[in-house]
């Protein structure tokens, strides 16, 4: 046993203890700031519930985003960093139909249609930009160094901003109110008395739902197979009769259509656009698909739900014990410091296993 030891200790870098340091040092401050705002009592069960529920809102516009990373991913092995404006642009150019409508009354006398509408052009517009990008930019380079298609991604990212700054003005655009979506619903009312906003829930439910249908469009279509098996071995299913460019064009399309409907609900629940929206929000699903298992469908869903409650509980959880001054400032820190623990400790993911196991 010592000379097992001994021998570990050998191919221990100084890299790895440097890492570990971190990870204890972070643990440490996750422990403490934990220990002291829960014994003060600052916050009321009520008011960590709603930390959770909103959340778990967030967390699934994230797993959303997160589909489209992690499809391109499994099925050709590259990051493709323009997907957060493929998420910007669907809700940016859908805006000035929402505003169409408002104008016309729609959104008063027909919301829920309204919205639908809304939607439909996101998803539409997102599935166009998606497919236009691995049509243009990433399939001439599909036998390249990895290197390559991973600038030619960051270059169409700013490319995509851009030209819709300069289409759209860069100025923030207003999202109408839909009116079935305001104020609260109250559960258990002779009990807890839990009140919820409509709105959180309706961007949940709708992600959950579509998170379910488009794992089981992978799953259990002849399409999905395709998918999966072009992911698995593009040769051999192009021997079996799988078309591998039209497979590839529709993972794309798919992870555009997610991120559109995404959009959507992202503009609702902040009520505003703008060029920029889809840098953070793709960094974070970034984030949230390799914090599930890149290339892992299940895994970039509860990815995006674990950060999205981890973003929202952090800073009043982790920071506010410490003493830090505006901590809900330094969500942004808390998803990266997540992602930072997870690969430490677990470098495949959550559920990173099927992905090591194809690798």
């Known amino acids: 046993m010592l000379e097992r030891l001994r021998y570990r200790l050998r191919y221990i870098s100084g890299t790895d203890i440097a890492l570990w340091i971190v990870a ?36 699934s516009i994230y797993a959303l985003i997160a589909l489209g990373y992690t499809m391109v ?25 929402a505003e169409y409508l408002k104008q016309k009354g729609m959104f008063q006398s027909h919301p829920l249609l309204a919205l639908l509408l809304v939607m439909l052009l996101s998803m539409l517009v997102s599935t166009v930009i998606a497919v236009s990008l691995e049509r243009l930019a990433y399939r001439p380079l599909r036998g390249a160094p990895r290197l390559v298609p991973l600038i030619t991604a960051i270059g169409a990212s700013f490319f995509l901003q851009y030209t819709f700054r300069g289409l759209y003005t860069p100025g923030f655009k207003a999202y109408p109110e839909v009116e079935p979506l305001k104020g609260t619903w109250v559960f258990f009312p002779n009990s807890l008395h839990l009140e919820i906003e409509r709105m959180l829930i309706a961007v949940f439910v709708s992600s959950v739902l579509l998170l379910i249908l488009l794992y089981a469009f992978v799953q259990f279509t002849k399409t999905g197979r395709a998918i999966r098996a ?9 021997l079996m009769g799988v078309d591998v460019d039209h497979t ?21 629940m902040f009520r505003q656009v703008n060029y920029f929206m889809g840098f953070f929000p793709g960094l974070k699903a970034f984030t949230a698909a390799v914090l599930g298992g890149i290339g892992n469908l299940p895994g970039a869903m509860l990815g995006g739900l674990f950060l999205g409650v981890f973003e929202s509980v952090g800073p009043s959880l982790f920071l506010e014990g410490l003493g830090v001054p505006a901590a809900y400032q330094l969500k942004d820190a808390i998803a990266f410091t997540m992602l930072v623990l997870f690969l430490i400790f677990r470098p495949t993911g959550i559920l990173g296993e099927r992905l090591a196991k194809r690798a």
Request: proline share 1%; aromatic share 16%; net charge negative.
């Open 24 to 59: 204890a040092l972070l643990l440490t401050m996750i422990v403490v700031g934990s220990y002291n705002i829960l014994t003060e009592g600052r916050y009321t069960g009520r008011q960590w519930l709603d930390f959770v529920i909103s959340g778990l809102a967030q967390g």
């Open 73 to 97: 991913y499994g099925i050709l092995f590259m990051i493709n960093f323009a997907h957060g404006e493929v998420f910007m642009s669907g809700p940016f150019t859908a805006y000035f139909l």
């Open 230 to 238: 072009v992911a698995e071995d593009q040769q051999a299913a192009a």
């Open 248 to 268: 590839i064009s529709v993972t794309f399309a798919v992870g555009g259509a997610a991120a559109g409907a995404a959009g959507v609900f992202y503009a609702l």
